[in-house]
């Protein structure tokens, strides 16, 4: 491994919360503690100029990332504002959390499966079908433990809690 020299001193004591590459070869770098920045192709760093998004995601704490849509947004999941949605311009584009549906404001994980519905971690999972509803699994499904991961793997989605690892087996009627 080598270190990349221009992200030492910015993230030495700080933590990377989640990283995306962007369509021209860059990356996206996403930290609770220093907000968004741009690691380019040629290995600096560069401050993203968007105070309204470091505000959302220096309070609201952003925690461990996942992948862009098939739609290029950018899932930002936080442990106490929800999930945000951003467009790779930097905008918000979408916050889903208590205020308009989600039954908690602490998120962990996401992906998205081959209908374009993003999956959510937390305490349980959430999927969010972009024709506006959502979709809950608990306890009430034999899922046990908080939520940490969600992947899918050949064709089939496992889980991971804080207990045990869970294979999802959707219904057939």
Avoid: C, H
Avoid at 34 to 45: A, F, I, T
Avoid at 84 to 98: A, G, M, V
Avoid at 131 to 146: A, M
């Amino acid at each position: 491994f080598k270190l990349i020299p221009s992200t030492k001193e910015i993230f030495a004591q700080n933590r990377i919360d989640e990283q995306y590459i962007l369509d021209n070869g860059d990356n996206l770098l996403v930290s609770r503690n220093n907000g968004v920045w741009y690691l380019r192709k040629d290995g600096s760093l560069e401050k993203a100029k968007s105070e309204e998004l470091d505000n959302f995601i220096k309070l609201n704490e952003s925690y461990t990332g996942g992948k862009k849509l098939i739609n290029n947004i950018i899932p930002i999941v936080t442990i106490k504002g929800g999930l945000l949605f951003i467009d790779d311009k930097l905008q918000i584009r979408s916050i889903l959390n208590t205020s308009n549906g989600l039954n908690f404001d602490y998120t962990s994980s996401t992906m998205q499966d081959r209908a374009g519905d993003v999956w959510g971690t937390s305490d349980n999972i959430f999927k969010v079908s972009f024709d506006t509803s959502i979709t809950y699994f608990s306890t009430i499904n034999k899922l046990k433990g908080s939520v940490s991961a969600i992947k899918r793997v050949d064709g089939k989605l496992f889980v991971r809690t804080g207990k045990d690892l869970y294979d999802f087996v959707p219904k057939t009627n």
